[in-house]
């Protein structure tokens, strides 16, 4: 079944001329008004946008949430002022008044396109390149809900526009070869080969030929032209794309590279770096305005014809939307796993199937996310997982899971290959999709790769797992160069990232639970080497990993320090608290597992975590930094690591619950000493 088989569209010329005028006006006026903003693009692209909005799409503006609507994805997110004019003359909830507040305190219309913020957004773009890769995502996911419940619930296209910028930034190679690999049929990208960025010509620095480089990566590829300005002609090669083979063996991405002049048609800012980056100002707004046929003097002009050619865009949505309905009425297939996976949850109970792991043994925590997912695939429908190359390092291989390919597009094991920017963005695709939870591993120190995407998804709320193992030095031979040690600290600053750092296989399984039943992105840090299972964890983490941190061992007759520890290095904390016992001082063990989910229970529960009055030693195998707002001492690492066998770089560093001991008593001292001059 194919949704893109109608005929060409007839529209009436002058409307059509009036009406991308009237956008390209908006686009002007919009950014002129805000003194900031992007029209030189927006009004390139106008014909594009008109064509994809009015003769190709399918989408509801009445019900921007429409499970089977084409998804548009603007990768070169600076020139959002024309999506919003499209979202707003087709029928979205955005007013006219939303555009006059573009990129304004609150607005509806900020500076680049945010997803939940703004109806008809449908990922978070920004930094160029991430949005065409996001597209690459979400046509993986579309092939592959349509592939598992069937094109009754599931057939549709993703669009992307990708400019100089985004065809320049790594991300986009790196997806681009993905989606070729995987012979994406239903993706199809324009290139606005404009040859303009802010420095200047892309000659300074570019001379590509994109052409055979995506011809290179297995895309199909074709040359438009000169062709910005001609609606049919653009319809005419968008159609001929969508009749070529979208599934099977012959399958592939397509790339339509159009030859557009920025800004046109100003008569001083046409193909210039002015245009690209900055409101071209009154005098040429009314020069350009009187070229193209719109009242110079007149602001957001938008006529009641143009109003109301745009406006039947709402009964074709809503007709389409109908006939998929009558479709998913009339399925058969499993609702229960269809509404569990567009959630990105599990199907009820499935928590239930998670593994409980035995006081003593040694399991590295890698392993032990592992065995939670084999656990729970079975009830967790939505579930692809993969991995940067590291797929059984990263705890992400799914027991006899079929490998996502061109033939098998079914397969919910999916390799990324050495990819690791290219893999988060794809999953923040993924994700935006719904239908899909996306997991993602590679080693901690590799999230450097991936910080831009990671951010994305927290700025636009992807729910998102990240496998990130090999969390320490504790990984060993390595070396710094693979030892992350700043990156605990680093990733916990950013807004919207849950991060868990479990202790043991228990708070593990715990930290998967939450992980899947989170609305956010969650990553989760993991060992390379084996550690205990410790003895309390059965009972307590499944309370305690949800708050972020627990008593894990408290003595009778409350507790005179606090000993906390995150992931690994808890264990130390137990050894050290019998020890000290062993001496008559009772030391209380907190396990920390997540900082952010700590900061947000009620004071009351955090002063029972660390009773005010009473010294807390802190040890952590990574950067001190910030633990300074819960302990008076921390044990850590502040410099780089180094190249040996995990025991003998734990020791050498001071993670023993030896040296805890040994710290403890010095911070005890020390208070005694102080509370003595005190006194």
């Not at 396109?113 to 920004?126: F, K, L, M, N, R």
């Not at 669009?159 to 190679?173: L, N, P, T």
């Not at 800012?269 to 002015?274: G, I, P």
């Not at 627990?550 to 003595?555: R, S, T």
Request: glycine share 10%; proline share 6%.
């Amino acid at each position: 079944m194919t949704l893109h088989t109608s005929p060409p569209v007839v529209q009436d010329p002058t409307l059509v001329e009036l009406g991308i005028n009237v956008i390209r006006g908006l686009a002007m006026d919009a950014p002129e008004e805000a003194h900031s903003g992007h029209s030189g693009t927006a009004m390139a692209l106008a014909p594009l946008a008109h064509v994809l909005w009015t003769r190709i799409m399918n989408y509801d503006p009445r019900d921007p949430e429409w499970p089977d609507r084409d998804r548009f994805v603007l990768s070169c997110g600076h020139a959002c002022i024309l999506q919003y004019s499209l979202l707003h003359l087709t029928g979205y909830d955005l007013s006219l008044d939303d555009i006059r507040q573009f990129r304004q305190w609150g607005s509806r219309t900020p500076g680049h396109p945010e997803v939940h913020h703004t109806a008809g957004i449908e990922v978070t773009t920004g930094p160029l390149g991430q949005g065409f890769a996001n597209a690459v995502g979400l046509a993986l996911a579309e092939r592959w809900l349509r592939t598992t419940f069937g094109p009754e619930v599931c057939d549709h296209r993703t669009y992307v526009m990708a400019s100089d910028g985004c065809i320049m930034e790594g991300i986009s190679h790196e997806a681009a070869s993905l989606a070729g690999h995987l012979g994406l049929g239903r993706l199809l990208a324009f290139y606005d080969d404009n040859h303009i960025t802010i420095d200047g010509p892309t000659e300074l620095a570019y001379n590509d030929d994109p052409v055979k480089r995506f011809e290179a990566y297995g895309w199909r590829v074709r040359y438009l032209g000169e062709m910005a300005n001609d609606v049919d002609g653009l319809e005419a090669a968008i159609r001929e794309a969508l009749e070529a083979p979208s599934d099977g063996p012959e399958a592939k991405p397509t790339l339509l590279v159009l030859r557009s002049h920025i800004g046109w048609p100003s008569p001083k800012l046409t193909d210039t770096a002015e245009a690209h980056g900055s409101p071209f100002g009154e005098e040429e707004i009314k020069v350009t305005k009187k070229i193209l046929g719109l009242p110079p003097d007149q602001k957001f002009w938008v006529p009641d014809e143009v109003r109301n050619f745009y406006g039947q865009q709402i009964a074709r949505g809503a007709q389409a939307h109908a006939e998929w309905t009558e479709r998913f009425v009339a399925w058969d297939g499993d609702r229960a796993a269809w509404d569990a996976a567009q959630a990105g949850h599990g199907l009820p109970g499935w928590a239930e199937d998670l593994p409980s792991f035995e006081a003593g043994t040694q399991l590295a925590t890698r392993h032990a996310v592992n065995q939670c997912i084999d656990a729970t695939v079975g009830k967790l429908p939505g579930l692809l997982a993969g991995s940067a190359d590291l797929t059984g390092n990263n705890g992400v291989k799914v027991k006899g899971a079929e490998i996502q390919a061109k033939e098998s597009p079914g397969g919910t094991q999916i390799h990324f290959g050495i990819r690791e920017h290219g893999m988060a963005a794809l999953m923040n695709g993924m994700a935006a999709h719904n239908g899909v939870l996306p997991v993602g591993g590679t080693f901690f120190v590799f999230s450097d790769y991936m910080r831009p995407a990671v951010r994305l998804a927290s700025i636009g709320g992807a729910h998102v797992i990240y496998s990130w193992t090999h969390d320490s030095i504790g990984l060993g031979e390595d070396g710094p160069t693979h030892q992350p040690i700043e990156h605990l600290a680093s990733l916990r600053a950013m807004p919207g990232l849950s991060l868990i750092r479990p202790a043991d296989a228990n708070e593990t399984a715990q930290a998967w639970r939450l992980a899947v039943e989170a609305e956010g992105p969650v990553g989760l840090c993991l060992t390379r080497q084996n550690i205990p299972v410790l003895a309390e964890t059965a009972e307590r983490a499944p309370e305690g990993v949800a708050k972020g941190a627990y008593v894990l061992v408290d003595p009778d007759g409350g507790p005179e320090i606090v000993l906390v520890g995150t992931g690994s290095e808890v264990q130390h904390c137990v050894g050290a608290a019998a020890t000290l016992a062993a001496d008559g001082v009772r030391a209380r063990v907190v396990s920390f597992p997540s900082w952010n989910l700590f900061e947000a229970q009620s004071d009351d529960y955090r002063a029972s975590v660390f009773p005010a009055g009473v010294p807390v030693l802190s040890i952590e195998a990574g950067a001190t930094f910030g633990w300074d707002r819960y302990a008076d001492d921390a044990i850590g690492i502040d410099r780089f690591g180094a190249s040996a066998p995990v025991a003998v770089v734990m020791e050498k560093f001071g993670f023993t619950a030896d040296h805890v001991v040994e710290r403890a008593r010095a911070l005890l001292a020390r208070r005694m000493a102080t509370d003595g001059q005190g006194r």
